[in-house]
């Protein structure tokens, strides 16, 4: 084989090289989309949800993606559209893969103290009798006479025997929308880092934001 020949097929081989590991590189894009209809879409993130990259639009809200990596057509969805977004690839981290799925998040108003917004939210871990979620958003902060849009990671509980699925980020926990149907729990989540207990507690979930979970399992167990 002469030089030309052999200069082309190193080419060659390298090209294809290069698009199997461009193609392997993608994987972390790589999700399966589950449609309110139940029908799953196996696809290629095109532009996601996420707050970082939604500083014009509603974060956690809409997304595109493709069916292959290099596929130039676009396939849009929502919050409203699908149940749950679950990524393929697996980590040490997260050997189960990442799963986010579209919840309506309390967002209580002046005029509408039932007020909620459909969006995505990511699942941090799934209790006996709650689950934990985390999604991020875009708040203003007065800081001195400047006022600056910063990044905030949220944390909010879904109640497992919720008829609407609610979730509700933590802050909401410890007010009056709990009365209804959690009666009592309001009260108890505020007590629940305070007095001596509430010490030991501060220490064993210093940094565990799952930390509800449990507290919500000792006030049904207390209650019953």
């Given amino acids: 084989m002469n030089r030309f020949l ?16 461009n193609a392997q590189d993608q994987e972390f894009r790589h999700v399966i989309v589950t449609l309110t209809s139940g029908e799953k879409v196996d696809g290629y993130l095109k532009r996601g949800w996420h707050a970082e990259s939604s500083v014009f639009k509603n974060p956690n809200y809409s997304f595109k993606i493709t069916k292959t990596p290099e596929d130039k057509e676009v396939i849009k969805f929502t919050a409203d559209s699908v149940i749950s977004v679950d990524y393929t690839e697996t980590t040490e981290v997260n050997p189960d893969g990442i799963r986010w799925e579209s919840h309506d998040i309390a ?7 039932n007020r909620t ?7 941090n871990k799934v209790g006996n009798n709650a689950s934990v979620y985390w999604w991020k958003g875009w708040e203003t902060k007065q800081i001195g006479k400047i006022q600056r849009r910063e990044l905030v990671t949220y944390y909010g509980i879904l109640f497992h025997n919720d008829p609407d699925s609610v979730v509700y980020p933590y802050m909401l926990v410890s007010t009056v929308m709990m009365d209804k149907q959690h009666p009592g729990l309001k009260e108890y989540c505020k ?3 305070k007095g001596e207990e509430g010490k030991i507690r501060k220490k064993k979930y210093k940094d565990d ?3 509800i979970l449990d507290m919500y399992d000792t006030y ?4 019953q």
């Fill in 107 to 113: 967002s209580p108003g002046l005029t509408n103290r």
């Fill in 209 to 211: 934001e799952t930390w």
């Fill in 117 to 123: 917004f459909r969006r995505l939210v990511c699942v």
């Fill in 220 to 223: 049904l167990t207390e209650k």
């Fill in 6 to 21: 052999l200069a082309v097929a190193a080419i060659l081989a390298t090209t294809g090289t290069i698009r199997e590991a």
């Fill in 191 to 193: 007590n629940w880092f």
